[in-house]
């Protein structure tokens, strides 16, 4: 069992570290918020108010954080503190070219990091299913899995440094498309007279089959665990699908990577959220694309 520093206990956060207490680890967390904190230390993670202190004696430092701004500035600020040859793994989605960045900090440490980025949610934190798609070193990637199988069901090693978030958003690409997609067919049938069920009994067997409409389905009724069976509350929020297709354009552009119809996916979230509706979930996207 380690010694682990996890940084940043939101919503998927806390979750996380809690799931590590439950494997056996001995977890140090810090947040800037008192309330995550409190949070925290009923979870039995020993809470502490600055990031120095949590990584102090820490095998592992683990950070879940919203940007890659804020990746950057701490792994700067204890990349330092740190234990020799400990490791850093950010599970944050972040763009591509901060997640390089913040391993050559972690480098120049002579410490041992790995870009995580994680997707199932908030319920997948909880539950401690988790799909981790990695980035780093084979020794790196040796070292975390066991710590993360505390956390997540399926860990994949997708390549060397930042391979981990270039997964992340080339998968919620497909997803923001897909899910437009998805959509644009109900608001199609309902106006062709198709009901719900009929459409969904074909397509979800037909060569119209995706995970949007099958597990995640935008209209209520045929998959009856889907957001849109309770108007539409996340899940996976409005702001947060934005935010994924924004780091898949910006990746693109630095890539020089041409992706149509993942810019389109951006605008009409972007046009969706500036109606008022980032806190709802992605699927409700359908009431747009009705018209
Ligand atoms: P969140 O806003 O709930 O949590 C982030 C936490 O980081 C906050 O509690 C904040 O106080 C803390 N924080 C910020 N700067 C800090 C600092 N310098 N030191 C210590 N604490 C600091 O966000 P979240 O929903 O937990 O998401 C975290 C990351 O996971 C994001 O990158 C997000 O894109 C990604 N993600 C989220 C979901 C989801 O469904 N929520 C799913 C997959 C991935």
Known sequence: MANIAFIGLGNMGLPMASNL????????????SPAARDAASEAGIRPV???????????ITITMLPAGA?????????????LPQSLFVDCSTIDVESARKAHAIAESHGLSSLDAPV??????????????MVGGADDAFARAEPVLSAMGRKIVH???????????????????????????????????GLSHQALFDVASTSSGQCWSLTTYC????????SPANRDYMPGFAVQLMLKDLKLAQEAASSAGASTPLGAHAAELYSLFEAQGQGGRDFSAIIEMMRG
């Open 158 to 192: 997708c390549g060397s440094n930042g391979a981990g978030q270039a997964a992340k958003i080339c998968n919620n690409m497909i997803l923001g498309i897909s899910m437009i997609g998805v959509c644009e067919a109900f608001a199609l049938g309902e106006k062709l």
């Open 70 to 82: 804020h990746v950057v500035a701490v792994w700067s600020e204890i990349a330092a503190l740190a």
């Open 119 to 132: 997707s199932g949610g908030t319920g997948g934190a909880g539950a401690g299913t988790l799909t981790f």
């Open 218 to 225: 935008p209209v209520p009724g045929p998959v009856p665990a």
């Open 21 to 32: 207490v439950k494997a056996g680890h001995v977890v140090t967390g810090c947040d800037l």
């Open 49 to 59: 108010e600055r990031i120095a202190e949590a990584v102090d004696g820490a095998e």
